[in-house]
């Protein structure tokens, strides 16, 4: 033969080689390749294992809805499991390998499964591996998964970056065919801003394998044409490889783009248009019949494509099989270029003639494939009956074209059936105004049809969205029609016949969920595994429909469809996450004083999206605990400072201001003078404690409330939605100060000598001028304004200091300085914690969701005498039994034994046992102070066993131990400290 | 999603948070005799709309407005938006 095996095509640059390996072994290709047709030129027909029998397959498609050529493609640090080979371009030192093989492609072991498929056919995995049941996690599943599945993923991560990105248009083009391209042109002329997106990594869908003439041109030189007009328009944006994944609500589409040569290797990008068009074009369909599934037999689409786009010029004795006349382009395709056309196998009694060079068995179908590896030949067999063996390496199926109309399903939009092409096309009921679908895409199947539909519905979302057209022309094309006869499925012969290649599905699989009453689509499907899997049963779903249809003899759209869902074309967990990972998966705040804190030892923990000085290692201190008690001790016999700026502030004023605070809070705020501090305890609608903290009125009309860390967002919002939701009327504005402001606490007996020593001459802070729980906007170090808060967390005399943010980190230095002489010291939220337990203070370990303020001895703080959020359903009975959990301190009975929160509490001779149980451990910590492990915890009846001795036990970590319970206020129970 | 804010105009959905039906805005008098049994009823008895609903929206990372969304739970098609406190105010009443 002197024919070449590449001929020329303006898609591939054969001058331009590239060397690959596959399977291990070197081939070349050429820069415009894809993997497949690099192979397909290498004369590589046999790809990988089917999935469950392990059969050969080679290339089918040439496109994203490949259900065979999945290869796994290896990167230097990671592998890249079930790309198809049809869409893959091809780079200079690709490694790929087959997958589901072993131990090579030609012999694998597995392969076995193909003579057992009498017992694995459909439902197979329920009927077989039902028991014992315990045998499915350990030994059924583990099998399966091993001998069947895809690829697998190498664990590795991708180096490469993933990105999102968002993008909005008033019209998006989804598909560059001739549709979409005639689209984009006319629309971006009119300087709507459209947005066209390309699949593959060349512009021009379908017109890149065909070689026909449009307006004098060859299909690809008519392309760059109009893309040139195209790019000349600013307003116009062309994204090739990428895929939209999927349509979602209001015209947001999901779309997934794959960058070259670049650091980043993906974008996910959100697309959020007014109009959009679906140029999707087509996809071929399959005929099954026996042994349908070697290599060497595609769809004849495919084969075209190869021929025309790649320039695979070395197919040989090639045979077809069609119902429709798009086939004979293949035949005419492939006999100008010299190849061995055996015929065409028409199943039609008077198919057109095209050529009467082509040789037509007509009223003839294809009973079955012959070989092994590959195909070496089939069985005819005509409308009388006669059996002709036919000798052939390639065979081309065409079962008729799909409109691919998958996105066009994603909002929940059923297909309509369609009898002229005897296939669906997109629903038009309750059809969403954003996507329409054009051309091949809505059934018009030849190209002067598919022009005349593009121009059509640009002009009509033109329209829609007010924009007049400019002046345009459109390409002049041969007039071309389309005729097809419905041909499903051979129904000759016994033997297996191929519907889904990818999920191995049967036409013998659909007869026996047919016959075992799963009869509806959706059944089907489940059933059989019919349409799942990475293509989606692009190829098939359709003939397995008909086939249904037959069996039952309904009609197919009577049989119905099921919907297409999100995503069109797999993608990768990390595309969706983007760079959301690591330390990005959230944003972090840090304090105002956390570089000040960093560089005087102190180690960080995470409360909420904040970073916390958790304690300050010191010399000699080779333990936390030893930090943390020299912390508290600090502050319990001097002076120490903290930064509590993390907790929530939200500045409160308007004339209704006090009113709005009375409504919030369960205790009465009615008579807060100005220049005083209150505990508030926040309740939500149902009884339930929300939060706790203190409100100050710094006058009379302006208050400021602070929240607990974790919940600033959260009150926020519900104080938010109390009043534009509840009362809108009352005049009141509600802003987050949490940021604007820092806080330091400054606590301990000698905080007032420090507090002395900044605040401005002019303010008395004297213990008779400002008492326990004042408050004051004032000035410090010579005129920086501050708020000042005579209030305790620690349970010692202490104040808190407010000041912008900006000037937290200088006072915090400026303390260290003149606190010398009292040893001050800063101290974290560790030490902060130990106190807050010793002084028996409620935090967020007790306040869980399901605590009400009798659970904390404070239900006679809930004001029956006003109206305040969560008031009427606190005083339900269930809430209020005297014999319900009550907050509790517990001391070991041992000084030394840790108790452990999540503990549970049991009288001592009780046995363990949920019955039995009478509360919990909530906090717990080593108290400096009383030289004692010691406890919060909820306890049933609590306030009544105060000296009880009690059983604490923890079954996750088969601990038991003693305490006495007591109050929960362990160190100066009087507040006489407060006070001083 | 997209919604239409009424002061923004149209905004991503992810910048909002869902709180629920916006019966949520009717809620009972404290001091009725039946006062109880009213905020059982206003805290957990929802209706389960398969269609027209009407659901309160907070655009958090916004304006900080809470919204009034008229939404088909079907088709999530959105009718309409409101801010909650004019839709309050045009309830016409009150109910303190």
């Not at chain 1, 050529?69 to 198809?84: M, Q, W």
């Not at chain 1, 087509?282 to 190869?306: A, C, K, T, V």
Request: hydrophobic share 35%; with cysteine.
């Amino acid at each position: 033969m002197t024919r070449p095996t590449r001929t020329k095509s303006s898609l591939i640059n054969t001058n331009k080689k590239l060397s690959f390996v596959f399977n291990g072994k070197k081939y070349e290709g050429c820069q415009g390749d894809t993997l497949a047709s690099a192979l397909l030129a290498n004369d590589v027909k046999l790809i990988a294992r089917s999935f469950k029998y392990h059969r050969p397959r080679g290339i089918f498609t040439s496109g994203s809805h490949e259900p065979n050529a999945l290869v796994e493609i290896i990167h230097d640090d990671y592998n890249e499991p079930n790309s198809k080979a049809t869409t893959v371009e091809l780079y200079e030192g690709l490694v790929a390998k087959s997958q589901n093989c072993w131990p090579s492609l030609k012999y694998d072991l597995m392969s076995i499964n193909d003579k057992f498929s009498k017992f694995i056919g459909a439902g197979f995995y329920y009927k077989t591996f039902m028991w014992p049941s315990f045998f499915w996690e350990k030994v059924y599943e583990p099998v399966i998964r091993k001998a069947a599945g895809l690829g697998k993923l190498s664990k590795n991560r991708n180096n490469k970056n993933s990105e999102k990105g968002f993008l909005y248009c008033d019209l998006l083009i989804i598909g560059s065919g001739p549709s979409g391209l005639i689209c984009a042109y006319i629309a971006g002329l009119s300087g709507i801003k459209v947005i066209i997106v390309e699949e593959d990594y060349v512009f021009g869908g379908s017109l890149n394998n065909e070689i026909f003439k449009i307006s004098n041109m060859s299909p690809q030189a008519w392309v760059q044409s109009i893309l040139k007009e195209i790019r000349k328009l600013s307003n116009v944006r062309c994204i090739e490889n990428t895929s939209v994944i999927g349509m979602f609500d209001h015209g947001a589409f999901g779309a997934i783009q794959k960058l070259k040569e670049s650091k980043i290797e993906q974008i996910f990008w959100k697309i959020v248009s007014k109009k959009a068009l679906l140029c999707s074009g087509s996809l071929e369909r399959l005929i099954p019949f026996q042994n349908n599934d070697l290599p060497g037999i595609m769809l004849s689409g495919s084969i075209r494509s190869y021929l025309n786009r790649w320039g695979v010029n070395n197919f040989d004795k090639v045979l077809l099989f069609t119902n429709n006349d798009d086939t004979y382009v293949t035949a005419l395709d492939l006999i100008s270029n010299g190849i061995n056309l055996i015929g065409v196998v028409d199943t039609r009694d008077n198919p057109r003639i095209f050529d009467p060079k082509i040789k037509v068995f007509k009223s003839s179908q294809i009973v079955s494939a012959k070989g092994k590896l590959y195909l070496k030949g089939v069985d005819i067999v005509n409308k009388v009956g006669e059996l002709t063996h036919l000798k052939c390496d390639y065979l081309g199926i065409s079962g008729g074209w799909n409109p691919n109309i998958h996105l066009s399903c994603h909002t929940g939009v059923r297909p309509e059936w369609n009898e002229k092409i005897y296939a669906f096309v997109a629903g038009k009921k309750n059809v969403s105004t954003h996507l329409k679908a054009v051309g091949s895409a809505n059934g018009k199947f030849s190209l002067n049809e598919c022009i005349l539909d593009a121009e059509k519905q640009v002009l009509e979302i033109l329209s829609d969205l007010e924009t007049k057209p400019k002046k345009y022309s459109l390409p002049k094309i041969k007039e071309q029609s389309f005729e097809i006869d419905p041909f499903w499925f051979v129904k000759i012969g016994s033997q297996r016949k191929w519907v889904d290649l990818q999920n191995d599905v049967t036409v013998k699989d659909i007869e026996m969920a047919y016959t075992e009453n799963f009869r509806s689509v959706e059944h089907l499907k489940r059933y059989t595994t019919l349409g799942m899997g990475t293509d989606q049963g692009k190829t098939s779903n359709v003939t397995g429909l008909a086939i249904l249809a037959s069996l039952s003899n309904k009609s197919i759209p009577d049989v119905g469809t099921t919907l297409f869902r999100p995503p069109y074309v797999p993608l990768s967990i990390e595309a969706l996450v983007g760079s959301s990972i690591g330390k990005n998966f959230k944003p972090t705040r840090l304090t105002p004083t956390h570089n000040w804190a960093r560089d005087y030892g102190a180690s960080f923990t995470e409360t909420g999206l904040w970073l916390r000085a958790e304690w300050y290692s010191q010399k000699n201190e080779n333990h936390w605990r030893m930090s943390v008690d020299r912390e508290v001790n600090s502050v319990r016999n001097s002076v120490g400072f903290c930064d509590v700026s993390t907790l929530g502030k939200i500045d409160i004023q308007g004339k209704d201001a006090l009113e709005f605070v009375n409504k919030v809070y369960c205790n009465g705020f009615a008579k807060l003078p100005v220049g005083k501090v209150r505990y508030g305890l926040m309740l939500r609608e149902d009884g339930i404690v929300m939060d706790d903290g203190t409100t100050a009125r710094m006058s009379e009309n302006h208050f400021i409330m602070t929240t607990t860390t974790v919940n600033a967002e959260s009150v926020y919002r519900h104080l938010e939605f109390c009043h534009q939701c509840l009362w809108p009327e009352m005049d009141v504005h509600l802003i987050s100060t949490t940021d604007a402001w820092a806080q330091i606490a400054i606590a301990g007996p000698k905080s007032r000598k420090i507090i002395s020593k900044i605040v401005d001459k002019q303010f008395d802070v004297s213990n008779k001028n400002f008492p326990f729980m004042a408050c004051k906007e004032i000035t410090i170090c010579g005129g920086v304004l501050a708020r000042l808060f005579r209030i305790s967390f620690s349970g010692e005399l202490a104040y808190e200091l407010s000041i912008p943010t900006q000037y937290a980190s200088s006072l915090v230095s400026y303390l260290m300085e003149i606190g010398k002489d009292e040893k001050i010291i800063p101290y974290g939220t560790e030490a902060l914690g130990v106190m807050r337990i010793e002084k028996g203070h409620a935090a967020g370990a007790e306040l869980n969701g399901t605590i009400s303020a009798q659970n904390l001895n404070m239900g006679k703080m809930v004001s029956n005498k006003k109206d305040s959020i969560g008031m009427v359903l606190s005083k339900r009975e269930g809430l209020n039994t005297l014999d319900g959990l009550r907050l509790v301190g517990l001391k070991p009975i041992k000084a030394n034994h840790q108790l452990v929160s999540g503990s549970h509490l049991f009288n001592l001779s009780d046995k363990i046992t949920p019955k039995n149980d009478l509360g919990y451990i909530t906090s717990s910590c080593y108290s400096p102070t009383l030289k004692s492990y010691i406890a919060l915890g909820f306890l049933k009846n609590g306030s009544n066993r105060h000296g009880d001795k009690i059983k604490i036990s923890n079954p996750i970590l088969g601990k038991e131990d003693f305490a006495e319970v007591c109050n929960p206020i362990f160190v100066d129970p009087n507040g006489e400290k407060l006070r001083a | 999603m997209i919604i239409d804010h009424p002061l923004l105009g149209p905004r991503d959905a992810s910048e909002f948070i869902y709180l629920g039906d916006a019966s949520l805005l009717n809620r009972p008098k404290w001091d009725e005799e039946k006062s109880e049994n009213n905020f059982y009823k206003y805290l957990y008895l929802r209706e389960n709309v398969a269609g027209m609903h009407k659901e309160l929206w907070f655009h958090q990372q916004g304006d900080r407005s809470w919204l009034v969304i008229s939404r088909n739970t079907v088709t999530h098609e959105i009718f309409k938006v409101e801010l909650a406190t004019e839709f309050k105010k045009n309830m016409g009443k009150s109910n303190d």
